[in-house]
């Protein structure tokens, strides 16, 4: 599967224009959702390695990419709710949900909510209230924030967006243990070993809260898997869908 060939296309949400790539498949559906500052290029090195098959979507996150990025405050519960009309606009209900770190904070906020998916699988994901608090007890959250601020900057994304993303999020918007109770799909955590970002210790507390959870610990990764080890996220994927090979 090449990036480059994806079909580019936009879904029009009443909070402006969502941008996607679109790889289309006969087999499952599985539709990507990028970290923060990122766009659907995130997924270039993984694609490479997925079967040609699969119908994929990859879509920027309002505020990023080719997506509008209207002014407005960026908490995920806007995320979720562009994402959320996307899903209906496409008619997607029935895809698998991917989400990389923020992308994967609104891929669970989104199973939260009474809306359908097939499964859910959450890479690295940022969101979860006892993150919060660890970092705000530490002293770093400032810190932290400019860093990830600096870091999108240098990656041509909008000021105002990245800094609403760190500075606007409401605590009604974290992951707790009460919401994540209520997703109801099959769900595959994957994590890389050595994260320092969203360590390895948060991905063992996704997998107590969301019931019947799979958690795959991806070797010689951080916080990229799909990035630094596209083969073993691949191999991870394709298990969870029961992916078999066509022939």
């Known amino acids: 599967m090449d990036y480059e060939t994806f079909e580019d296309a936009f879904s029009y949400t009443s909070l402006g224009a969502i941008h996607f790539k679109h790889h289309p498949g006969n087999g499952e559906k599985i539709i990507f959702l990028h970290g923060i500052g990122g766009t659907t290029r995130a997924w270039k090195r993984?694609?490479?390695?997925?079967p040609d098959d699969l119908d994929i979507y990859l879509v920027d996150l309002l505020g990023h990419g080719e997506s509008d990025?209207?002014?407005i405050d960026y908490m995920v519960s806007v995320q979720f709710q562009a994402?959320?009309?996307f899903v209906s606009l496409q008619n997607n209900g029935d895809s698998y949900?991917?989400?990389h770190s923020y992308g994967a904070w609104v891929a669970a906020y989104y199973a939260t909510q009474p809306y359908t998916c097939k499964g859910l699988i959450l890479e690295d994901s940022a969101g979860l209230n006892e993150q919060f608090e660890d970092l705000l007890a530490s002293g770093k959250a400032n810190k932290e924030r400019e860093n990830i601020l600096?870091?999108?900057?240098?990656h041509n994304n909008k000021e105002y967006v990245i800094r609403s993303m760190l500075y606007t999020n409401d605590e009604e918007d974290r992951l707790t243990s009460q919401m994540l109770s209520n997703i109801r799909r099959r769900t595959l955590l994957i994590w890389g070993a050595d994260d320092q970002t969203v360590p390895i210790k948060y991905a063992?507390?996704?997998h107590s809260m969301i019931k019947g959870s799979e958690l795959k610990i991806i070797q010689g990764a951080g916080h990229f898997p799909h990035y630094e080890q596209p083969?073993?996220?691949r191999d991870a994927v394709l298990q969870f869908i029961g992916y078999k090979a066509k022939g």
């Open 231 to 233: 083969e073993a996220t």
């Open 204 to 206: 063992m507390l996704f």
């Open 46 to 50: 993984l694609m490479t390695y997925m």
């Open 150 to 154: 600096k870091d999108s900057l240098e």
């Open 97 to 99: 949900i991917f989400g």
């Open 69 to 71: 990025a209207p002014e």
């Open 83 to 85: 994402f959320r009309e």
